[in-house]
Protein backbone atom coordinates (compact mmCIF):
# COMPACT_ATOMS: atom_id res chain seq x y z
CA UNK A 1 0.00 0.00 0.00
CA UNK A 2 1.43 3.64 -1.28
CA UNK A 3 1.26 6.41 1.36
CA UNK A 4 0.30 9.13 0.08
CA UNK A 5 1.39 12.24 2.19
CA UNK A 6 0.10 15.68 0.90
CA UNK A 7 0.60 18.75 1.97
CA UNK A 8 -0.51 20.73 -0.19
CA UNK A 9 -0.79 24.42 2.18
CA UNK A 10 1.17 25.75 4.94
CA UNK A 11 0.08 28.70 4.73
CA UNK A 12 1.36 31.30 7.82
CA UNK A 13 -0.82 34.42 8.24
CA UNK A 14 0.04 37.55 10.79
CA UNK A 15 -3.40 37.64 12.11
CA UNK A 16 -4.37 37.95 15.50
CA UNK A 17 -3.96 34.34 17.02
CA UNK A 18 -6.15 35.10 19.83
CA UNK A 19 -9.71 35.71 18.44
CA UNK A 20 -11.02 32.60 17.39
CA UNK A 21 -9.54 30.12 20.43
CA UNK A 22 -9.36 32.63 23.41
CA UNK A 23 -6.40 32.86 25.80
CA UNK A 24 -5.79 29.22 25.69
CA UNK A 25 -4.40 28.81 21.94
CA UNK A 26 -2.23 31.71 21.17
CA UNK A 27 0.17 30.01 18.78
CA UNK A 28 0.71 31.45 14.98
CA UNK A 29 -2.21 30.98 12.60
CA UNK A 30 -1.87 27.91 10.16
CA UNK A 31 -3.50 26.31 7.22
CA UNK A 32 -2.40 22.64 6.61
CA UNK A 33 -3.96 19.71 4.28
CA UNK A 34 -2.43 16.42 4.88
CA UNK A 35 -3.48 12.95 3.60
CA UNK A 36 -2.44 9.81 5.80
CA UNK A 37 0.09 11.47 7.21
CA UNK A 38 2.64 9.95 9.62
CA UNK A 39 2.22 11.50 13.06
CA UNK A 40 5.42 11.96 13.44
CA UNK A 41 5.79 14.00 10.51
CA UNK A 42 2.79 15.87 11.12
CA UNK A 43 4.47 16.32 15.12
CA UNK A 44 7.76 17.80 13.03
CA UNK A 45 5.61 20.20 10.78
CA UNK A 46 4.35 21.58 14.02
CA UNK A 47 7.04 21.88 15.39
CA UNK A 48 8.84 23.73 12.70
CA UNK A 49 5.42 26.47 12.85
CA UNK A 50 5.88 26.84 16.33
CA UNK A 51 9.67 27.37 16.70
CA UNK A 52 9.31 24.83 19.70
CA UNK A 53 11.64 21.90 20.43
CA UNK A 54 9.22 18.37 20.12
CA UNK A 55 10.43 14.87 21.38
CA UNK A 56 8.24 11.92 21.05
CA UNK A 57 9.51 7.65 21.54
CA UNK A 58 8.36 4.78 19.78
CA UNK A 59 4.98 4.72 21.17
CA UNK A 60 4.16 7.61 19.24
CA UNK A 61 2.75 6.32 15.78
CA UNK A 62 0.07 5.91 13.79
CA UNK A 63 -1.33 8.11 10.67
CA UNK A 64 -3.56 11.18 10.10
CA UNK A 65 -5.58 12.87 7.91
CA UNK A 66 -6.34 17.03 8.50
CA UNK A 67 -7.72 19.71 7.07
CA UNK A 68 -7.33 23.00 8.56
CA UNK A 69 -7.82 26.32 8.03
CA UNK A 70 -6.43 29.74 9.96
CA UNK A 71 -6.30 27.48 13.56
CA UNK A 72 -3.52 28.35 15.70
CA UNK A 73 -1.15 25.75 15.93
CA UNK A 74 -1.47 24.92 19.37
CA UNK A 75 -4.97 23.99 18.60
CA UNK A 76 -4.20 21.62 16.04
CA UNK A 77 -1.42 20.38 18.17
CA UNK A 78 -4.30 19.42 20.78
CA UNK A 79 -6.38 18.15 17.96
CA UNK A 80 -3.96 15.53 16.95
CA UNK A 81 -3.09 14.56 20.29
CA UNK A 82 -6.59 13.81 21.20
CA UNK A 83 -7.01 12.13 18.07
CA UNK A 84 -4.31 9.79 18.71
CA UNK A 85 -5.03 9.28 22.74
CA UNK A 86 -1.83 10.98 22.70
CA UNK A 87 -0.60 14.01 25.71
CA UNK A 88 1.79 16.44 25.90
CA UNK A 89 3.84 17.86 28.15
CA UNK A 90 6.08 21.36 27.70
CA UNK A 91 8.95 22.31 29.42
CA UNK A 92 10.37 25.45 28.96
CA UNK A 93 10.52 25.21 24.51
CA UNK A 94 10.48 21.68 24.89
CA UNK A 95 7.14 19.77 24.15
CA UNK A 96 7.32 15.88 24.79
CA UNK A 97 4.41 14.22 23.38
CA UNK A 98 3.62 10.68 24.91
CA UNK A 99 0.75 8.22 25.33
CA UNK A 100 -1.91 9.29 27.73
CA UNK A 101 -1.28 6.14 30.19
CA UNK A 102 2.40 6.72 30.27
CA UNK A 103 1.82 10.60 30.72
CA UNK A 104 -0.59 9.29 33.50
CA UNK A 105 2.06 6.69 35.15
CA UNK A 106 4.94 9.39 35.39
CA UNK A 107 2.25 11.44 37.52
CA UNK A 108 1.46 8.85 39.86
CA UNK A 109 5.27 8.05 40.15
CA UNK A 110 6.01 11.44 40.89
CA UNK A 111 3.26 11.93 43.58
CA UNK A 112 4.28 8.94 45.24
CA UNK A 113 7.73 10.33 45.41
CA UNK A 114 6.52 13.41 46.51
CA UNK A 115 4.52 11.61 49.51
CA UNK A 116 7.23 9.34 50.38
CA UNK A 117 9.43 12.32 50.76
CA UNK A 118 7.23 14.15 52.96
CA UNK A 119 6.63 11.47 55.18
CA UNK A 120 10.06 10.86 55.62
CA UNK A 121 11.16 14.26 56.63
CA UNK A 122 11.73 15.73 60.20
CA UNK A 123 9.11 14.99 63.08
CA UNK A 124 7.86 18.72 64.63
CA UNK A 125 5.85 19.18 67.67
CA UNK A 126 2.84 20.99 68.63
CA UNK A 127 1.43 21.66 71.86
CA UNK A 128 -2.14 22.55 71.88
CA UNK A 129 -3.89 23.68 74.90
CA UNK A 130 -7.22 23.08 75.56
CA UNK A 131 -10.45 25.07 77.32
CA UNK A 132 -13.57 24.32 77.97
CA UNK A 133 -13.35 20.45 76.86
CA UNK A 134 -11.09 17.76 78.05
CA UNK A 135 -8.27 17.24 76.15
CA UNK A 136 -8.45 12.81 75.89
CA UNK A 137 -11.68 13.72 74.07
CA UNK A 138 -9.92 15.68 71.01
CA UNK A 139 -6.93 13.71 71.12
CA UNK A 140 -9.10 11.64 69.82
CA UNK A 141 -10.39 13.18 66.61
CA UNK A 142 -6.61 14.34 66.35
CA UNK A 143 -5.57 10.84 65.63
CA UNK A 144 -7.65 10.26 62.48
CA UNK A 145 -5.28 13.18 61.06
CA UNK A 146 -2.11 11.82 61.55
CA UNK A 147 0.34 10.25 59.30
CA UNK A 148 1.79 6.72 59.82
CA UNK A 149 4.84 8.42 62.21
CA UNK A 150 2.77 10.75 64.10
CA UNK A 151 1.94 10.43 67.73
CA UNK A 152 -1.06 12.46 69.44
CA UNK A 153 -0.57 12.37 73.76
CA UNK A 154 -2.51 14.18 76.59
CA UNK A 155 -1.19 16.10 79.53
CA UNK A 156 -4.47 15.48 81.95
CA UNK A 157 -2.58 17.98 84.56
CA UNK A 158 -2.34 21.18 82.07
CA UNK A 159 -4.76 19.82 79.82
CA UNK A 160 -2.74 19.79 76.93
CA UNK A 161 -2.63 17.77 73.69
CA UNK A 162 1.11 17.25 72.56
CA UNK A 163 1.11 16.23 68.89
CA UNK A 164 4.42 14.89 66.94
CA UNK A 165 4.22 14.37 63.29
CA UNK A 166 6.09 15.02 60.04
CA UNK A 167 6.14 18.89 58.78
CA UNK A 168 2.96 19.65 57.24
CA UNK A 169 0.46 16.79 58.58
CA UNK A 170 -2.85 18.11 59.11
CA UNK A 171 -2.94 17.33 62.59
CA UNK A 172 -0.56 20.13 62.77
CA UNK A 173 -2.37 22.74 61.06
CA UNK A 174 -3.85 25.28 62.77
Sequence with gaps: MRLLVFAAALLLSAADPADACGPR????????????????????????VSGNNFVYGEEVKGKVTLKLRDVPWDQALDVVLKTKGLGMRKNGNVIRVATL?????????ALELAV?????????????????????????HLKLLLTPRGTVSVDERTNTIIVHDVKGSPALSQ
Design 25 to 48: CTGRKITVDLQNAEIGNVLRLLAD
Design 101 to 109: DALHQEELA
Design 116 to 140: QRDLKGPLTTRIIPVNYAPAKELAA
